[in-house]
């Protein structure tokens, strides 16, 4: 669950985090009338998308005026952004965050997760931020060093110190900031919390010039503001659609419809797919809770894009998704479907030529094959117009 | 011989009354494992498919001397499951159950610290000596006792390629599957670790994927010691696209800035005999084992 960067400064800042003051605005008028509520010499105007990479994008502009604010906005409200991190289809700007632009004197990279070693908090922090880190680390791990903040208390402290003056920060101001993200981090259960950048200004303040905040669906159990705060599960519309019933689908560029349970088995397939000169429509997996019916939606999704031309249908029936549960899903889906485009299945471990045979008496128009090898050549050729 | 677990293992159920804890219970008794304990607080007393139920794991372990834990505990009390485990001392326990919250599993990793317990998962399929003892929630129908070691981050590709290892004669001394979340128990590393020491286990198969840094950390543990045995590994997701989540949780970009090729790379440097993809396994542990 990704939280917007004017939610996640307003959660920071509760925990006593500095961030410039901002509005919310979802047109023009209200972005331009919002300056009056700022105070600065120069504003920024920032698109309000759940994904990272906007700078590189043109998703935050700076402005002089409120008119030239207005004018900013105009541009970015309704607009799509492509970038890294949204996929193809890009993400329509719904709403923009107006904001004073501050004079910074340095500006640096830190996040918070958990250590999947120990457990405890640990914070990564560089001195490289700003809108190139994520290319910078990529090239270069060592980009990014990492200290543990297993509690907060003087040793901490101390260590914290130590290790802000290796990446460059001198200052003990710089601690207090940290400390509160730490306690946001662990209070609402992120599983990250990036900064970027975490700069100074020219008078000494240190601030959240950007922010990201993930929390742990997981956790939504125990939190109900956690709707509330989240702009959006970072999901499209029949992303979140198919987790509903049970399976994880991401949207991709191809034609070829690609249903498998499990993400290992699903990563697996698709790379097959791409190495045999296909592409996949789509990355699936069936989780073990899902139904027939729930598969059968998961079915529907992909029937109804026109640019599916074949399906391929890999299934490795296990302890409880077994493949009569999958074929039966398949079955109900192109009985009542208007567009039936053709599959080949490959179901193989538990009941298997069950499956099979209620593919066959449904009269899905399906080619089964023994190996993942032989249905993934089949199933790009079928795509690429080759013969029924 | 095997890691972990064998015909030794005395299995408790932690959640053994629920409709998962029954189903997964009743199918590693067919295949002959020795399952002695339920835990239900409220139930103890009872007994549920003719094994006697405790109030807690403590007594449980008490009473019928178990060594390991199957956890198939509801998310919400998951962490709280394995830490009682945890605490009784048993030396394997599995957990099953999905979306268990991240900060939770935190928690059980500073308790398992100074422990001697081996946490396998959670999000695992859980582990399996062929023939012997079943703990989790994998198919056993293609699996065969021999001498292919397996570690694996994903249920449904470990049935695929195991299956595949069967019918090519390569049985399994044990497989391990290590989760797919990102904090979690054992890792690659501790499998091979255990694999290396086991004599009955020829040839180790990794099977990992994008994300997380379980396949970084067996290469470098891989070149700091003399191995001995082939290892063969697939590396799943070369194709997907970056800085999306697949499924799986283990990809955040802090942590998943090394791509399948990076991490292909590493392994190769270290040895590891990479397969080409998910149906070429079978002869690269063929050709390993020539």
């Known amino acids: ?388 | 011989m095997a890691i972990l677990v064998d015909q030794r293992t005395r299995v408790l159920v932690q959640g053994a009354t629920g409709r998962a804890g029954t189903f997964y219970t009743d199918q590693a008794v067919r295949y002959g494992s020795t399952y002695v304990a339920g835990v239900r607080p409220g139930r103890g007393g009872t007994k549920h498919l003719g094994i006697p139920v405790f109030h807690s794991v403590k007594e449980a372990v008490e009473e019928t001397g178990a060594t390991a834990s199957l956890v198939v505990v509801p998310a919400p009390n998951a962490a709280d499951a394995m830490i009682e485990a945890i605490e009784a001392g048993l030396e394997t326990i599995v957990c099953v159950t999905e979306r268990v919250p991240m900060h939770d599993m935190a928690r059980v990793k500073r308790a398992l610290e100074g422990t001697q317990s081996v946490l396998i998962g959670p999000n695992s399929q859980g582990i399996l000596t062929p023939g012997q003892c079943k703990i989790g929630v994998m198919p056993t129908k293609d699996a065969k006792p021999g001498r292919i070691g397996i570690a694996s981050r994903s249920a449904s590709l470990t049935s695929e390629i195991l299956a595949n290892c069967s019918a090519a004669d390569l049985g399994q001394s044990t497989t391990v599957g290590i989760g797919g979340d990102t904090i979690h128990g054992i890792g690659f590393v501790g499998c091979l670790e255990r694999f290396k020491d086991d004599p009955e286990t020829e040839a180790v198969v990794l099977i990992g994927e994008i994300g997380g840094r379980e396949e970084e950390k067996a290469a470098e543990y891989l070149s700091s010691v003399t191995y001995g045995k082939p290892v063969i590994g697939l590396v799943a997701g070369r194709h997907a696209p970056q800085g999306r989540r697949m499924g799986h949780a283990g990809t955040l970009s802090v942590f998943g800035l090394e791509t399948a090729e990076q991490k292909v790379a590493k392994l190769r440097e270290a040895g590891v005999l990479v397969a080409k993809d998910a149906s070429d396994v079978v002869s690269t542990v063929l050709k390993a084992l020539k």
């Open chain 1, 1 to 388: 669950m990704l939280l917007s960067e004017y939610k996640s400064k307003e959660l920071l800042s509760q925990y006593g985090v500095g961030v410039p003051s901002g509005r919310i605005a979802r047109s023009p008028e209200e972005a331009e009338a919002s300056c009056g509520a700022i105070e600065t010499r120069k504003f920024v105007v920032k698109a309000q998308i759940a994904a990272g990479g906007r700078g590189l994008a043109g998703g935050i502009r700076f402005a002089a005026t409120p008119s030239s604010v207005g004018e900013e906005a105009r541009r970015l409200l309704g607009s799509k952004l492509v970038t890294e991190q949204t996929g193809p289809a890009g993400e329509t700007v719904g709403a923009v965050y107006v904001e004073a632009a501050l004079d910074l004197k340095a500006q640096y990279f830190v996040a918070l997760a958990l250590d999947p070693e120990t457990g405890f908090p640990m914070l990564l922090a560089s001195a490289q931020g700003g809108v190139e880190f994520e290319q910078r680390a990529r090239m270069d791990s060592d980009v990014v060093r990492t200290l543990l903040l297993p509690d907060d208390d003087q040793d901490t402290r101390k260590a914290l110190a130590d290790f802000l003056a290796g990446i460059g920060i001198d200052d003990d101001a710089a601690l207090d900031p940290i400390f509160y993200l730490r306690s946001a981090f662990l209070d609402n259960e992120m599983t990250l919390l990036e900064v970027n950048p975490f700069a100074v200004t020219r008078d000494g303040k240190w601030m959240a010039i950007d922010a990201k905040i993930a929390l742990d669906a997981n956790a939504a159990f125990r939190h109900p503001e956690f709707e509330s705060l989240a702009a959006d599960s970072g999901l499209s519309q029949t992303e979140s659609e198919a987790q509903k019933s049970n399976i994880n689908f991401v949207r991709l560029n191809g034609n070829i419809g690609v249903v498998v349970n499990g993400a290992g088995l699903g990563l697996a397939t698709n790379d097959m797919v791409v190495d045999a000169g296909g592409r996949p429509a789509n990355f699936m997996d069936i989780r073990t809770t899902a139904t027939s019916f729930d598969i059968a939606r998961g079915i529907d999704i992909l029937l109804a894009e026109p640019e599916v031309t074949a399906i391929l249908l890999n299934v490795h029936g296990g302890g409880m998704t077994v493949c009569d549960t999958v074929a039966e899903g398949v079955a109900f889906a192109y009985s009542r479907a208007k567009r039936k485009p053709p599959v080949v299945a490959r179901l193989a471990g538990q009941n298997a030529p069950w499956g099979h045979q209620i593919l066959k008496d449904r009269q899905v128009p399906v080619e089964a094959f023994g190996t993942m090898r032989e249905a993934v050549a089949r199933v790009v050729e079928l795509a690429q117009g080759g013969k029924r």
